[in-house]
């Protein structure tokens, strides 16, 4: 029996993470006993601070090990109230904020819990490559507003306009950006927002998981604006600002419908997040971003080391991002190319999957984020393994014809 037969279209139709793939083959090689270098992954590659393991070996000590409000604990929840009136003027109460199991399961419960069959969500490209399978799986239709890198990967308030039909019901972005490191600044956001005040239909998914990794002033959130503040879900989380990666903490603010329906929609898939991960994000959130920011002055200084190691690839097309610890350079010019063993390079999938046979570097190829003239390198690593990766990657390139 042939698996279609009985798996459900909406498994059919869902495709594999185009990150979690490229990292399972970087780890295959690396079994093998190569040695591959992989850029392909978004995690800090910092250890999780140390007040924040003491808080989580004390609520073990102190026995937080049974079941958890679905919605999170009220101290998490009032802590990540206070977070955001102190960190970003924004004014909400623990009615309105849901914890999840990560930033990915918050995402996936909103557009779960607000779009309907036929719905659109509108997202600009480059996406994280989980936005338009999850709204595959909340039968939403994509929408997508192509950027371009000389624009630095942002929309206009024109492209955005011409992109809302009768049937528009989502905007879904981040900023900070996964895969462009692009950053939204205030004047931006608010010329987006008068856009939105014409489509009060409209709710707006901010993923704000980047916030604290940011070069260039502080973070701006479009749930700022009051116009629209009502129409704004916040998506933020610990993995990234905290390296939390692997305690899968992450949460919504929204206003009091929406929190509620996210409340009963985890009721009743996974419930209340780990009640020891929740214990640790109150400490994260309450004792200071010292650690964040040390970790973010030594992404600073890579993002400054790969900026230049990728301008002197001939062929290769970069900008600087603003934040997040990503680049999206352009390599559209290695297409039609052969490798050694005369295959052709013919899209973005084909050279990140060249780079890592050839020169054992593990990227992401850019079709998978909405534009395949690019490929995603992660500099979440040591600035020996990067200045060795930018060296393969230059060589591997220098072999196609």
């Known amino acids: 029996m042939s698996t279609t037969s009985y798996l459900s279209e909406r498994i059919n139709n869902l495709s594999e993470s185009a990150t979690l793939k490229m990292t399972k083959l970087g780890r295959e090689l690396a079994a093998k006993g190569i040695n591959v270098i992989s850029l392909s992954v978004g995690e ?18 102190e026995n937080y090990t049974r079941y958890s409000p679905v919605p999170g604990y009220p101290d998490l929840r009032q802590a990540i109230v206070n977070k955001l009136k102190t960190e970003n003027g924004l004014d909400y109460d623990i009615s309105q904020i849901v914890v999840s199991t990560g930033a990915k399961q918050s995402l996936s419960n909103v557009l779960l819990t607000l779009v309907n069959p036929g719905d659109e969500v509108i997202i600009p490209t480059p996406y994280w490559v989980s936005y338009s399978e999850m709204v595959t799986l909340a039968e939403g239709k994509s929408v997508f507003i192509d950027t371009e890198i000389d624009a630095d990967f942002k929309i206009t308030p024109e492209q955005l306009e011409a992109a809302i039909t009768p049937k528009s019901k989502v905007f879904m972005f981040s900023s900070p950006c996964n895969p462009t490191g692009s950053v939204y600044s205030k ?29 260039v002033d502080q973070h701006e959130s479009i749930a700022q604006f009051p116009s629209v503040k009502d129409r ?72 400054q080391l790969v900026y230049d190691l990728l301008n ?53 190829g850019g079709d998978s984020f909405g534009n395949n003239n690019y490929i995603r390198l992660s500099y979440a690593a040591s600035d020996e393994n990067l200045i060795e990766a930018l060296k393969r990657i230059k060589e591997a390139l220098g072999k196609l014809v």
């Not at 991002?321 to 297409?335: K, R, T």
């Open 187 to 215: 004047d931006e956001l608010a010329a987006l927002v008068k856009v939105f005040e014409k489509h009060p239909q409209i709710f707006i998914i901010s993923d704000e998981i980047y916030e604290h990794i940011n070069f």
């Open 44 to 61: 800090p590659d910092f250890n999780t601070p140390e007040h924040v393991k003491d808080a989580a070996k004390k609520a073990l000590d």
């Open 312 to 364: 002197d690839i001939p062929g290769v097309k970069t900008n600087l991002p603003d934040g997040a610890f990503y680049f999206f350079p352009e390599i559209s010019s290695f297409f039609g190319k052969h490798d050694p063993d005369g295959n052709v390079i013919k899209d973005s999938a084909d050279l990140a999957l060249y780079l890592l046979n050839y020169g054992h570097v593990a990227t992401v």
């Open 232 to 303: 704004v879900i916040i998506v933020n989380g610990f993995s990234k600002a905290f390296a939390m990666t692997g305690w899968r903490l992450g949460y919504i603010a929204a206003n009091k419908e929406i929190a509620a329906a996210n409340d009963k929609m985890q009721g009743q898939t996974t419930s209340g997040t780990c009640s020891i991960s929740q214990r640790a994000g109150i400490a994260a959130y309450e004792q200071g971003l010292d650690s964040v920011n040390q970790m973010k002055e030594a992404f600073a200084r890579r993002r």
